[in-house]
């Protein structure tokens, strides 16, 4: 598949078996949600992706998402079940018994006024404020469904003054340092000051490999989204609150944008949130759903993320399927900008030149490289070939297992002139190349008075 597939770890997705059978499905990458379980948890995940990872020979990515400073209601002995037009008081308190809302922060009652529309569990709880006095408030609930501890929520059109790190996070990400994860989603980014801010309790950790992935779901985030996709990693399209904070019908076109403008500065690009949601209870998705996906492939997406799908969802490894379907039967018809892309830098202009070379050549292309950043350029092109990228850094080839088109290969060789002859070697071996095909094999760019691209003929 060009387009790889992530999935997020969850109690439905917590075994060995079920694990391995996605990975055969397809699943390049696994997301542990920091939001959620204990370290416990995290470990034993950890633990089992890498077996498997060994097991089948296949680099793994893994991320962990940061939870963020999210403004989130108190604690709720059982539930508060919501019908239509039922009223309901928010008041400020750290528990309830079900009686009323507990939202306990200061800052939530200097925010909100009279007739903010306030959204939790993405979008599906809408309250409406009727009244507000103090730090008691009235509202309506706009849609039916039930509230329980510590959801997170967001007033659409407004944002709240919080740090984008907290002592809870800093935690999550020596846990990322210490289990050596590739990336670090970095929740509710308002400025490129926050990425900034998460790179350098990286590197004071030792986490200086371990790639920051922006998730663009607040207003502030998509007015700043150039400054941010400049400082991040990777860059995710988070829709739950993106469509919590903007009206639904704006979201195709806010993914749009964010898509295109991600490939076009270089910067590879993930799609998330109500993939398949209707298969968290059913087997098969909808029509609408394939017809989204199919959207997200075409814009030219590296990645799609599955969430509740398969941490919660009852069917996982379907979820997976129908995915793999979907992106295998639409991922030909991907339509991007090559001259914006290759405009940006003269390193830009060398990718272009290799993918335009590969293809002209009808060949296969082999990239040996350390860190991945020429993998990285070549594969924002989307080129029209088969594509691998060697190196024998485990860490490099894990992270480029979620790049559009990339296969990761690993390669024992020092240096990158020998990078390129045991790349060719292995490629042969492994019979990744038949008689009479050409390979291009190059390698990344260094320090070098020249640079070599060597074409041949199996």
């Known amino acids: 598949m060009k387009v790889k597939i992530i999935a997020t770890l969850g109690p439905s997705s917590s075994t060995y078996e079920i694990l391995r059978s ?3 499905e397809g699943v390049s990458g696994f997301r542990i949600n920091f939001s959620h379980g204990s370290i416990d948890e995290w470990k034993r995940y950890v633990k089992i992706v890498r077996k498997i990872e060994e097991e089948l020979k296949k680099p793994i990515c893994l991320s962990g998402d940061l939870k963020g400073g999210s403004m989130r209601i108190g604690y709720i002995s059982g539930k508060i079940k919501l019908k239509k037009n039922l009223r309901v008081k928010i008041v400020k308190a750290e528990r309830s018994t079900g009686e009323f809302i507990p939202i306990p922060s200061k800052e939530f009652y200097e925010t909100v006024d009279k007739n903010d529309v306030i959204l939790m569990d993405d979008g599906n709880i809408m309250l409406k404020i009727l009244e507000k006095n103090g730090s008691k408030i009235e509202v309506k609930a706009l849609t039916p469904g039930t509230i329980t501890s510590r959801k997170a929520l967001v007033v659409r059109g407004k944002e709240f003054n919080l740090p984008a790190l907290t002592e809870e996070d800093v935690k999550s990400i020596k846990f990322a340092v210490k289990h050596s994860l590739e990336y670090i989603g970095l929740s509710y980014v308002r400025s490129s000051e926050d990425v900034k801010k998460l790179r350098k309790i990286l590197l004071e950790e030792g986490g200086e490999d371990i790639g920051i992935m922006a998730k663009i779901e607040t207003v502030s985030g998509v007015k700043n989204l150039k400054k941010i996709i400049d400082v991040s990693d990777i860059i995710l399209v988070a829709r739950g609150d993106l469509g919590m904070q903007f009206p639904l019908e704006e979201v195709p076109v806010i993914q749009r944008r964010i898509v295109k403008e991600s490939i076009s500065k270089g910067k590879p690009v993930i799609v998330a949130t109500q993939i398949l949601a ?12 394939v017809s989204d996906i199919a959207t997200a492939i075409m814009e030219g997406v590296d990645a799609i993320m599955l969430t509740g799908e398969t941490a ?16 295998l039967k639409n991922q030909k018809y991907i339509v991007i900008d090559r001259e914006e892309i290759k405009r940006r830098d003269p390193k830009m202009k060398f990718a272009y030149s290799i993918a335009l070379l590969t293809e002209n050549l009808k060949s296969k292309l082999a990239i040996y490289t350390q860190k991945g950043r020429t993998a990285t350029r070549i594969s924002i092109h989307r080129p029209k070939i088969e594509m691998y990228a060697a190196s024998n850094n485990e860490k490099t080839l894990r992270k480029t297992s979620i790049l559009w088109g990339v296969k990761p290969l690993r390669v024992q060789a020092e240096g990158y002139v020998d990078g390129i002859e045991k790349t060719y070697q292995e490629l042969c071996s492994r019979g990744l190349i038949k008689r009479g095909e050409i390979i291009v094999l190059t390698y990344g760019l260094i320090e070098e008075e020249e640079h070599i691209i060597k074409i041949k003929r199996y």
């Open 312 to 327: 919660i969802g009852k069917y996982p490894v379907e979820a997976v399927k129908w995915l793999k379907r979907t992106i």
């Open 22 to 24: 996605m990975v055969l």
């Open 278 to 289: 209707s298969m968290i209870n059913n087997p098969t998705p909808t029509r609408a759903e």
